[in-house]
């Protein structure tokens, strides 16, 4: 049974760093094509970024130069490190895997950039 559970959200003011985790069971993080996405309130849910199995990343343009997604095998996590936050990052961030064509979420985290 593949789990996908976040954390390391919460509040942060204008400009802050936060970084989230996803840890994964029931699957490998190296072998699948891993991704964040996010839930604005009163917004559909948008992808952020990816990383596939041969490390290539991909980023939404609006997050680009700020977020970085990356994973560390041996713990069988996935990170995303997000600098200079606005306020229109604020939102739930989602976990996502694609494990043999199906896609897994997370429950999902909240990140309050506020001051």
């Known amino acids: 049974q593949v789990q996908l559970v976040e954390s390391g959200g919460g509040l942060v003011q204008p400009g802050g760093s936060l970084r989230l985790s996803c840890a994964a069971s029931g699957m490998i993080v190296g072998f699948n094509f891993m991704g964040w996405y996010r839930q604005a309130p009163g917004k559909e849910r948008e992808f952020v970024t990816s990383?596939?199995?041969?490390?290539?990343?991909n980023y939404v343009d609006s997050v680009k130069s700020r977020f970085t997604i990356s994973r560390d095998n041996a713990k069988n996590t996935v990170y995303l490190q997000m600098n200079t936050l606005k306020p229109e990052d604020t939102a739930v961030y989602y976990c996502?895997?694609?494990?043999?064509?199906?896609?897994?979420w997370g429950k999902g985290i909240l990140v309050t950039v506020s001051s």
């Open positions: 996502n895997a694609l494990v043999l064509g199906k896609n897994y």
């Open positions: 990383i596939t199995t041969s490390g290539t990343t």
